[in-house]
Nanobody, 114 residues
Framework: VQLVESGGGLVQPGGSLRLSCAAS????????MGWYRQAPGKQRELVAT???????YYSDSEKGRFTISRDNGKNTVYLQMNSLKPEDTAVYYC?????????WGQGTQVTVSS
């Protein structure tokens, strides 16, 4: 299983970014997917998840600002991030659990700063 994130970058407060995670090596439509983030000096934390049926879950701080979605035809999960705040600065990771294992991408850096 390989997960490859993209779409990070530097954005001003209030701006938007869309992260993508391309998955390979698994039957994508059969697996729930998630986005996590890790800020410097902090533990990795859950941002959002999406089930195989596209049910979604968001951590409280992201509700109303972030949207997770998936395109099973492209084996890709997205994270649309709006109204970004400096405290959203972190490395964002894609995740899935398959065959009893946790799989992670390499991460993509998101920096929110003026």
């Amino acid at each position: 299983v390989q997960l490859v994130e993209s779409g990070g970058g530097l954005v001003q407060p209030g701006g938007s970014l869309r992260l993508s995670c391309a998955a390979s090596g698994l039957i994508f439509r059969l697996y729930a997917m998630g986005w996590y983030r890790q800020a410097p000096g902090k533990q990795r934390e859950l941002v959002a998840t999406i089930s195989t049926g596209s049910s979604t879950y968001y951590s409280d701080s992201e509700k109303g600002r972030f949207t997770i979605s998936r395109d099973n035809g492209k084996n890709t999960v997205y994270l649309q991030m709006n109204s970004l705040k400096p405290e959203d600065t972190a490395v964002y990771y894609c995740n899935t659990q398959a065959g009893g294992y946790d799989y992670w991408g390499q991460g993509t850096q998101v920096t929110v700063s003026s």
